[in-house]
């Protein structure tokens, strides 16, 4: 296809006008959604200082930095994530601001992914946090301008779903197996895959990795596969590790009820996310029938602002990628079509007329309408064309003898119909 | 101040809110004024391969390039420019589409420069390209576009200018004058120092590097102070080689005219443009005061296309950045104050009103207003002085004794008035 000798480097993409249309259609629905929600939009440099990304959000990340080392000898990367840049600017500035701060940014992020063909190496983030409230009040919130973004785009409860859990309340059950207080980490990292593994496999690991016996394995498979929160009472309730946080994710799950958003809620104990800086509340936002990887995730991060040198402020959030969104809205076919449209195309019958209709199209603009003409002398059927190819819904057509008298034959693309009306009219 | 262990790299911006306030100020009036000629909005990847810049923009451009080798042995650069990268996309994809081809882009660009103290690396640029059309329409239609934008953010005549020139022009009336053909890049590259330079040092270069005399030196700094056309005209007008192009340039300032911009454009043929690639046309905006560097820039390119693999299309296009055009709105006091601003704060009582709160608040979100409340329990007076700082201007207070009769008590915050409405009536 492409003649050019020059490429597009491998996992980046350009955006002509059709796909930066669907671009534009996402990224304006996520900040209409989070102005709503009284947030305000920040951003921050695509690059950064390596050193933010280091030790801060696990080996994981760091493996598929975009790093490299500039010219000036600085270890820099494209940044593969916003909240790092987030809890930087924060521990700036924060002492100063009012609590709870609602910012949202849309950057654009990079990974380097060795290995995977075709698999994208940027994409587009819609990231939203609440910073400075520790109660599940904000949890919620955050989750509910996740739902409302993708509801906002035509996606309703029958297209995806929110699974949340709590790491808070999946360390007090775990705990109450059994497991030791240096083997959680170790569970969380199996119960992260678990969904991927046969049963077996997951078993042997428990046993492994975590020490649990057999009948400790049972129970912690249990657990996971609950997805009713009155049960999960019923067997632990009485227990006081447990209680409290069950109790806290009761009032969560509540708060999105009131918001009337608990049809897209769904308990789910096996979601832990995989950065290594979560704390709380967790969840992720998935296609119901499961085909897609996860459209969004986020959660609870109550020590990342301090760990960059900042106040410590409890914080909560999410990511929202435009890919797999992209996916699932072309699906479920809530991709508008790409239409070019113009509020006026002004044909010049002769080229006596072309310096008035140059006049009269910068009139119109100056009072915001769309307007365009052929940049050149063409015959008046030619330009017909032209306006009918970029979206016309009016043609003005300037002649010799209408312009005489003041006015110009205006000609409505839909129905075709054509009347003279007065210059003066035209505002 | 920061107080934090991260910094952010040299010569890169955060956008805090109210930062980001006065850019997508900026880039709101481009995307309005682009949209209203009729320009479609594309966007290409922030990284791109360095033989994209290498040998077509000029050594100037290359050893400014932020330029790496990435985890794959690339030789890459983040984009230092857009219309490489138009070039590249539009080279695999313009032969199927129909001409003149009206795209606009606002990309973030990076320059790596070592020297500079306090000089930025990034900016955003507003980038406006009409590919496929020679005649001097195209140019005018552009250098409109430029000055509409500055005009959409409240500058004026006697804010800015433009200074327009051809390169045609000038070599024809050089030619003329008496410089040699394989001069004429380096008379090209005089003529691009010569304001910055002392009389007698242009001169002296012109005598050296150019190989005019003394009379030769003359008539081109006299023609360098030229800002009258038809002065041109009376001198030059009878010489064959130079009359097309004065003509051709006559035409051009017509077509301005006719826009009713005469006001605004200003012939001045010292502006040449530092890019290897321009070929006719080009102008710079500048503030009338002087003070700060070039607004904008641009002019015709009508090989740049094929010089990357493309289809021979003539084109003309400008870019225009964000800092100095920053700098001159605050200079000008154009720089709207960033306030705060939500249709609704939501203040519940007592904890009894919380759940209605919240559902009230996501029905009135779901009809796109703007609503906020506390998100955890707080007496009324600390919920009302959240209120006036997020710049409420409804405040609903949901009291026990009206929810028990539909109604809450609206208080508007500018007057400081309230009276008791019914839920029914909030929509």
Known sequence: MATSEFARLPGFRDFPPEDFALRAHIQDAWGRVARRYGFHQYDGPPLESLDLYVEKSGEEIVDQLYSFVDKGEREVALRPEMTPSLARILAARSRGMSKPIRWFSIPQLFRYERQQRGRLREHFQWNVDVVGEEGVAADAEVLAVAIDGLRELGLGAEDFAARVSDRRLLSSLLRAVGVAEERLGGAFSVIDKVERLPPETAAELFERE??????????????????????????????????????????????????????????????????????????????????????????????????????????????????????????????????????????????????????????????????????????????????????????????????????????????????????????
Chains 1, 2 share one sequence.
């Open 210 to 427: 975590v020490g649990l016996d057999a009948t400790g394995v049972e129970t912690v498979l249990g657990l996971l596969d609950a997805v009713d929160l009155d049960a999960l009472f019923e067997r632990w309730g009485e227990d006081e590790r447990v209680a409290p946080e069950l109790e806290r994710f009761r009032e969560y799950l509540a708060t999105l009820d009131a918001m009337g958003l608990g049809a897209y809620v769904q308990l789910d104990l096996r979601i832990v996310r995989g950065l290594a800086y979560y704390t709380g509340i967790v969840f992720e936002l998935f296609d119901r029938q499961g085909e897609l990887r996860a459209i969004c995730g986020g959660g609870r991060y109550d020590r990342l602002l301090e760990l960059v040198g900042g106040e410590p402020l409890p914080a909560v959030g999410f990511g929202m990628g435009d890919v797999v969104l992209g996916e699932l809205l072309a699906e479920r076919a809530l991709v508008p079509d790409y239409e070019a449209s113009l509020d006026y195309f002004l044909v010049p019958v002769t080229a006596a007329e072309r310096s008035m209709a140059l006049g009269l199209a910068h009139d119109l603009r100056d009072r915001g309408h769309s307007v365009s003409y052929a940049l050149r002398e063409q015959g008046v059927g030619r330009q017909m064309k032209s306006a009918a190819r970029e979206g016309a819904r009016t043609v003005l057509v300037l002649g010799p003898d209408e312009l005489a008298r003041d006015r110009v034959v205006a000609r409505d693309m839909t129905t075709g119909e054509e009347r003279e009306i007065a210059l003066a009219e035209l505002s």
